[in-house]
């Protein structure tokens, strides 16, 4: 069974852009949620989806959005970049079964705003 | 955002020696997992506890669930030069269940 996909992998933006970041959950999976991970604040919470709602959030300002697809796939948005957006972006997708809170990684998309 | 205090930082070892690590929170989760990731991926799950007291193995790997839910330890067996990597706890809440807190990580480098 294939992983969880991301694309790009790499991404250079300019201040002030926009980005969008696409996840492939695992087949099967419902849930996709996002985090960001950067070296001083380690791996936060962004979102989480099920089925094409958002279900939790953390605490990122409303510049970060996302959406997901009736198919489980997933984007991101961060608009009005900063320079403090610099991080890995990781999706994770999890099974949603009753008992299990396991989630599964993608290799992650490395956001680099100059 | 909200972190696990997660010790130690980092570790050199040697190889074929036992490694632990723990994992603190001033909150009660009713599930830890613990992640490995290796340079430029994302983490991979190595263990999931979801009952207080839960000791389980993964191949040369033993994680605790500590009886008071405010705690887990990661212990690693006669390690080899694979197990480089930085190692985090992560932990959740019935509802939230998406929602993983993270730890600070642990980086483990072994020598031969």
């Known amino acids: ?114 | 955002g909200q972190q696990l205090n997660q010790s130690p930082q980092s570790m050199f070892i040697q190889e074929g020696e036992d490694v632990s690590m723990n994992c603190t929170s001033s909150s009660i989760f009713n599930t830890w997992l613990w992640y490995k990731q290796d340079p430029g991926e994302g983490p991979v799950l190595l263990i999931a506890l979801y009952k207080a007291g839960e000791l389980t193995s993964n191949g040369r790997l033993t994680a605790q669930f500590g009886i008071t839910r405010k705690d887990s330890f990661l212990n690693i067996s006669a390690s080899i030069p694979s197990d480089v990597g930085i190692y985090f706890c992560a932990a959740t809440n019935t509802g939230t269940a998406s929602k993983l807190t993270f730890g600070t990580g642990t980086r483990l480098q072994v020598t031969l």
């Open chain 1, 1 to 114: 069974k294939a992983g969880v996909t991301q694309t790009p992998r790499y991404l250079i933006k300019t201040r002030g852009q926009q980005v969008t970041l696409s996840c492939s959950p695992i087949s099967g999976h419902r849930s996709v949620s996002w985090y960001q991970q950067t070296p001083g604040q380690g791996l936060q919470f962004l979102f989480e989806y099920f089925s094409e709602t958002q279900r939790n959030k953390g605490n990122f300002p409303g510049r970060f959005s996302g959406r997901q697809f009736s198919n489980s796939r997933s984007e991101m948005n961060v608009s009005t970049l900063e320079l403090g957006d610099s991080a890995l972006y990781l999706c994770a997708s999890s099974l949603e079964a009753v008992v299990s809170y396991e989630q599964y990684f993608g290799p992650g998309t490395r956001l680099t705003v100059t």
